[in-house]
């Protein structure tokens, strides 16, 4: 046994049996709550490196220790409160695992290198396929084709080319 889900307030203690577990209201969750403003899918408890960490993936809301998460690991001791049901997580961490960091910058990345789009994940690419989804003829590890400077009209000077970073700063600025 990995440990136990106890409730607060009374009741039968829910063993962790395995390391990946569905704790939702359809029977086919590995722990069955089964109370109509629990969702079908309420949370994903998976044990990793001698840690529970738990993920919401419900409408209704999972807390711990009284705060909404959309994920976070869990200390012995914490309440874990899948809608308005409260318990209390007990289990012995691994001695020998490192204590899990929760405080990552969730502004670490922008959302642009966060859905692969920034430019520099654009460069960074592997495989044959390029934007237009079209097979690059490329060899592997080459630098991707640059534009061409245009040549000036009348004389003007010619402008840079404009990169897709510069069109979003020009839509933003609107």
Not at 38 to 61: K, M
Request: charged letters at 25%; one cysteine or more.
């Amino acid at each position: 046994m990995l440990g136990q889900l106890i409730p607060v307030g009374g009741g039968d203690p829910i063993p962790l049996l395995k390391p990946n577990l569905i704790v939702g209201r359809r029977p086919s969750c590995d722990i069955r709550l089964d109370y109509a403003n629990v969702s079908s899918h309420h949370c994903r408890l998976e044990y990793i490196n001698g840690y529970w960490r738990a993920a919401d993936t419900s409408r209704n809301g999972t807390k711990v220790n009284g705060e909404r998460i959309d994920e976070k690991f869990l200390q012995p001791g914490d309440t874990v409160s899948f809608a308005r049901h409260v318990f209390e997580i007990q289990y012995t961490p691994d001695p020998d695992a490192v204590p899990p960091d929760d405080d990552v910058d969730p502004f670490a990345m922008s959302l642009l290198e966060k859905a692969g789009l920034s430019h520099n994940d654009r460069n960074n690419r592997t495989g044959d396929y390029g934007r237009s989804g079209a097979k690059s003829n490329s060899r592997p590890g080459a630098s991707p084709p640059q534009a061409k400077p245009t040549k000036p009209m009348n004389g003007s000077p010619a402008k840079p080319p404009i990169d897709d970073d510069d069109q979003a700063l020009e839509w933003l600025k609107g």
